[in-house]
Each structure stands twice: as structure tokens, then as C-alpha cells.
């Protein structure tokens, strides 16, 4: 009798265990490493596993590398929401890697242009323009840089930086040089004229790593470039006087990016999550810890950000680039920037 009362006692105690087992549920998120990785981990994450009921398994890597696994898993996806640049998130969905996107409440006040695909959505905005030392330009009695051709003035020969076409920043800067020399995306060759011609004279390093630019402001090597700035507010956090300046041309858009993966487990709390990235009080903090500005009209901005990030009035100026007819080409661009402007 005391037998059978322990196994209906196990019984029941497993019985009441797998439920618990079945819901237990992994969301995989892939998005950057780095300080982005530090704020998901910190201040997004263990939010949304409260209140949904999920773990988040974080999968770090940059644009490059988490499309790279899609494509590579694309039979088993190991994802199931992956964070991208806007130009490689065009190429995820275009590649089919992204789920159809659920309308929700979340999605209704976002602005047009953070609109990127059928199934795929901006979470953040960034704007690519220049980055200076503040006290060395006023040192030297310099006004801050206003327009995409102060790249060639002649007095940033050996102090300018500007990352290389295979960093977004790079090609924004090429597609706006083209546009200004009377080409454009679908034109590109005036824009490696005056990179190959008139810029790459005056940089001292086509620096790809944020890490890196970092330092090379810090050391005095250089005094300006072209950078994000998102990546401008985290070297300024630091102490390190340092500015954002938009072209009078318009700023580049570069937007953070998200979709659900296709094939996922948990399609339910994978619409959730991205649904949660747009809530306003979610963007505000994307903002603060990351430089993003916010893609939802509801999202209100302190001032200290709302000055130096793309926020309110500044994200009618942004420029956008055309990624349709970029990505079939940046790996033809890629070779002939090696060739041309980094010679």
C-alpha cells in the first residue's frame, strides 16, 4: 500500500511537472554585440521575460554576421528575431528570412520612413554625418563642418577618417558624394571620382572599428569624420569633446532594424518583442543608452537628447538611400573602392 501510494504520488508530481516543462519557452534573439548587447541584457531583456513568460537567448554579432547565419541556417533557423543595419535587413527580407509582420497597436504610430518592408521595421534611428573635436576646431578658429563637400577642404589633409565601403557610414558617404556630384545610386561613378580624387587625399585611415575611430579622436590623430551619431554620443558620455554636425544636405538615415524570422517556434512571442522594442518608454530607453532616436512619434525625448539626436523636426531632413539598387551592387562597389579609393 505505501508502495502504491508513493508511485500515484510520482505520478502525479510528473504529472503536474510537464506542463510547466511545456511552457517553458527560449526566444533567440540575434542583434549587436557590444554596448547594445550590454543595454539588451540589463535594461530590455529581463523586462520582457516578466511580462511574457519567455527566456531570451541573446545571440551577439554585427549586421554581416547575423545575415550571414540566416543564410547559413536557413533550412533550421537558429533565430527567431534578428536586430540588422537597414541595408542588410532589406536584404534578409528580400531573401525571404523574415515572417509577415503582425499589425498591433505598437506599429500605429511609427514614422513612414522607419516603414522598410512587407516584414521588416526600424526601431531606432541613426544619422550619418560628421563627428568633430570640439576644441580643436575652436582652437584652430574652425566653424563646425556644414556640408558633405568639407571632406575635401584641403585643411582636414591627415586628420579626417572616414570608415571604408564595407561600414555603413562609408557608403553612405560615396552614395552622397555621388548625389552631389550629379550622379547618384543608380550613377555611381561620379562618386569614386571625387572619393578616389578628392577625398581619400586628406584621410589618414579608413577606420572600420568603432573601437578604433574611439581611440584615434582620443589621441588627438584625428580631428574629424564621419560617423554616426549614436556612436558620436557614446564617445561624448565618455568626456571626450566631441560633437555632432548635420549636413546641410541632409543627414543619412541609418536605421536599427528588426523582423520575426521565418519558421519560428515561438511566432507569438516574437511579434511581442518587436512590439515591445517600439513601445515609447522602451525607445526612450534606446535613445538614452544608445543614440538611437526614436522611431515612435509617441516617444518624448529629454532635451539634453532631443538636441544632438535624429528626433522631432530632424527626421523630415533625413536621407534615405536607395537599397534596392545598392545591394546588388555593393559587392561590384566593394571591389572597386579597394581598387580606386583605398589604393
Given at each position: 500500500?505505501?508502495?502504491?501510494t ?10 503536474t ?35 511574457h513568460?519567455?527566456?531570451i ?26 536586430i540588422?543595419?537597414?541595408?542588410p ?6 531573401l ?12 500605429e504610430?511609427?514614422y513612414?520612413?522607419a ?9 531606432g ?6 563627428t ?28 579626417l ?36 580624387n ?46 555632432f554636425a ?11 532594424a ?9 511566432p ?35 532635451a ?21 539598387v ?18
Amino acid at each position: 500500500m505505501l508502495k502504491k501510494t508513493i508511485a500515484t504520488t510520482a505520478l502525479l508530481s510528473l504529472g503536474t511537472a510537464l506542463p510547466a516543462l511545456a511552457q517553458d519557452k527560449t526566444l533567440t534573439v540575434g542583434g549587436y554585440g557590444g554596448s547594445f548587447e550590454t543595454l539588451m541584457k540589463e535594461l530590455i531583456i529581463p523586462e520582457f521575460e516578466k511580462t511574457h513568460d519567455v527566456t531570451i537567448a541573446f545571440v551577439p554579432g554585427n549586421s554581416t554576421e547575423n545575415l550571414a547565419r540566416l543564410q547559413a541556417q536557413k533550412n533550421a533557423q537558429e533565430l527567431d528575431v534578428v536586430i540588422l543595419d537597414d541595408g542588410p535587413m532589406y536584404q534578409a527580407d528580400a531573401l525571404g528570412f523574415c515572417d509577415a509582420m503582425v499589425d498591433s497597436p505598437a506599429k500605429e504610430n511609427i514614422y513612414d520612413i522607419a516603414k522598410l518592408g512587407p516584414n521588416s521595421i526600424g526601431i531606432g534611428f541613426v544619422a550619418t554625418g560628421f563627428t568633430y573635436n570640439t576644441e580643436w576646431f575652436e582652437r584652430e578658429g574652425w566653424d563646425a563642418p556644414s556640408s558633405w563637400k568639407d571632406l575635401m577642404d584641403p585643411k582636414f589633409e591627415g586628420i579626417l577618417s572616414i570608415p571604408p565601403i564595407s561600414n555603413t557610414y562609408g557608403l553612405h558617404t560615396l552614395v552622397m558624394e555621388a548625389r552631389l556630384a550629379g550622379g547618384g545610386e543608380e550613377d555611381i561613378d561620379p562618386g569614386f571620382e571625387v572619393m578616389a580624387n578628392d577625398i581619400a587625399p586628406n584621410v589618414l585611415v579608413f577606420e572600420p572599428s568603432s573601437g578604433k575611430m574611439s581611440e584615434l579622436f582620443q589621441s588627438e590623430e584625428i580631428a574629424v569624420s564621419i560617423w554616426g551619431s549614436g556612436r558620436t554620443k557614446s564617445l561624448a558620455d565618455t568626456g571626450f569633446p566631441a560633437a555632432f554636425a548635420y549636413p546641410e544636405e541632409g543627414a543619412v538615415a541609418l536605421m536599427l532594424a528588426a523582423c520575426p524570422v521565418v519558421d519560428s517556434d515561438v511566432p507569438e512571442e516574437a511579434q511581442a518583442f518587436i512590439d515591445f522594442l517600439l513601445d515609447p518608454e522602451i525607445q526612450v530607453r534606446l535613445a538614452d543608452a544608445m543614440g538611437a532616436g526614436p522611431v515612435n512619434t509617441e516617444a518624448e525625448l529629454p532635451a539634453e537628447l532631443a538636441e544632438v539626436l535624429p528626433y522631432g523636426d530632424k527626421i523630415a531632413d533625413l536621407v534615405a538611400v536607395d537599397w534596392d539598387v545598392i545591394n546588388p551592387a555593393r559587392q561590384e562597389w566593394t571591389s572597386r573602392w579597394a581598387r580606386e579609393v583605398e589604393r
